[in-house]
């Protein structure tokens, strides 16, 4: 439907690659080169769909049903029949034109599970997972009609699907001066924004460096580029691979509600948002109530110079603008998708002196920190002491989780007297929540080998309750928790 769907489809499957997944793309030609662009991103097994049929007819029952340009049965058809061969065990899909009949249609063909990209909520969805990575006051109640079915829904930017890149992109140094301006109003900039913005930044006289960003799917690049060319602080750059860079050499960026909207976050930069699309009248308000963003109603070129003009003689309220957006995206969020969908993929292997950090790190982490009987933070050289005894002791077994090549969290197994497993397990604070808690318990429980399992919950760490409740365990002190292998 547009670039910024495709790159956050690409950012996932990145994830996903990394996590040992097979990975391929199912494509159509609607005018964007979006094979060309997966193909140079390096997923070179990509299937595109035939042309479009002229005489498709959309469905009233789906708003945007004429985005697809055929019916949903031909493309199901059509998918079905791409991916027969392959297999896959999750499909993902990001089109605002099919709905339940197309993911019921396609998963039963293909026997697989569905994920479903989603944020407008207007129609009928048949999925086992959902992300919608915008902001929402309650994600399942915004869902609540349209769901059929049993869907995990995986709701707010702590999903926001960012390139690998920005989880460890330096961020946005703070100025209290304006010194240069960046623009990015989406990959395709159908509607011409970018020219808008270039208006309203004559408009506000700015005289300090502008850099416009754009790609090679824009309609009017041509025109773009000599009304660029015609001012002397401006310059015109596009196709980057990534956008990290250019929102962080900039104090002020200025974009489209789209996806960008996340990465600026995740830089965090001082951002003045422009809507220029439906779907965003809801995000992009949000976010400006929250203090993440700026924005203007009803843009014209001078109501935009009135807020860049503003922005830029307030470092209090830009400052601000940063903290917040930097709180709110941490660039994790496509690895979050990619193990909540292979989760059940999780094994353990024996941990070494070589995981002292990793393990380090997720004792020392202060929501794990929180709910343990001894919550003190840890000193390295303790920890290190501690692990050369764990090793080095028959009676312990110290686990590591994973997905793929990616640690997840510990799992320890002491022996008592009675030839009873002690169970203590720590997952990574950056994943909780992601169904990994039970995985990786049921995967150590069986390498331990172990007959009888003891666990000693806080009375406030709810979740690990109800983990080990999940699991089997039964309740035998307030604290206590106890079971039997089958």
């Known amino acids: 439907m547009g670039i910024g769907h495709l790159q956050r489809c690409l950012s996932l499957a990145r994830a996903l690659q990394d996590l040992n997944t097979d990975v391929r793309f199912v494509t159509r030609d609607l005018g964007i080169a979006s094979a060309k662009t997966i193909l140079d991103r390096g997923f070179d097994r990509t299937v595109t769909l035939p042309a479009i049929d002229e005489l498709f007819e959309p469905d009233p029952a789906i708003p945007h049903s004429r985005w697809a340009n055929v019916s949903q049965d031909r493309d199901a ?8 061969e392959f297999r896959p065990d999750w499909l993902v899909v990001d089109h605002y034109a099919f709905d339940a009949h197309w993911h019921d249609r396609v998963s039963s063909a293909l026997d697989c599970r569905i994920a479903v990209i989603e944020d ?6 048949d999925a086992d997972l959902l992300l919608d990575h915008n902001l929402a006051p309650d994600h399942r109640a915004k869902y609540d009609e349209r769901l059929v079915g049993k869907t995990r829904i995986l709701g707010g930017t702590r999903y926001a699907l960012l390139a690998p890149a920005y989880a460890d992109a330096p961020p946005y140094e703070f ?12 990959g395709s900039d159908a509607p011409n924004y970018s020219e808008l913005v270039v208006d309203a930044l004559v408009e506000a006289r700015f005289d300090g460096p502008v850099e416009i960003v754009t790609t090679s799917a824009n309609p009017h690049l041509e025109s773009l580029r000599q009304r660029v ?14 956008l990290a860079a250019f929102f962080a050499r900039h104090d002020l960026q ?33 976010l400006a109530a929250r203090g993440i963003v700026a924005t203007v109603e009803d843009p014209t070129p001078q109501r935009i110079a009135g807020r860049i003009t503003s922005l830029i003689g307030n470092p209090i309220e830009r400052r601000g603008l940063a903290s917040k957006a930097r709180e709110t995206v941490d660039g994790l969020g496509a690895v979050r998708v990619g193990l909540s969908m292979l989760k059940d993929t999780l094994s353990v292997r024996r941990a070494t002196n070589e995981d002292a950090r990793r393990l380090f790190d997720w004792r020392n982490a202060p929501e794990n920190r929180a709910m343990m009987t001894n919550p003190e933070e840890l000193a390295w050289a303790d920890h290190v002491a501690w692990l050369s005894r764990v090793l080095a002791d028959e009676t312990r077994l110290l686990l590591i989780g994973h997905v793929g090549e990616r640690d997840i969290g510990s799992i320890r197994f002491d022996l008592d007297e009675q030839g009873a497993a ?27 080998g172990a007959s009888t399992f003891l666990a000693t919950v806080l009375s406030k760490n709810r979740p ?11 309740r035998t002190g307030t604290q206590d928790w106890r079971k039997t292998a089958q």
């Open 254 to 286: 200025i974009g489209a509600g789209g996806g960008a909207t996340w990465e600026r976050c995740c830089i965090g930069v001082p951002t003045l948002l422009v809507i220029a699309a439906e779907n965003q009248n809801v995000v992009v308000p949000e």
């Open 120 to 125: 407008l909520a207007d129609r009928a969805i």
């Open 77 to 84: 058809e059509e998918t079905i029949s791409a991916l027969e």
């Open 422 to 448: 002690e169970v203590s397990l720590h997952i990574d604070a950056r994943f909780h929540a992601l169904g990994l808690g039970p995985k990786l318990l049921a995967a150590g429980e069986k390498e331990s």
């Open 175 to 186: 100025s209290e001066q304006v010194r240069s301006i960046g623009v990015f109003m989406g």
């Open 464 to 474: 690990s309750q109800a983990l080990f409740e999940r699991s089997g365990y039964e």
């Open 229 to 242: 060319e015609a001012l002397p602080n401006a310059m015109l750059s596009f196709d980057l691979p990534d």
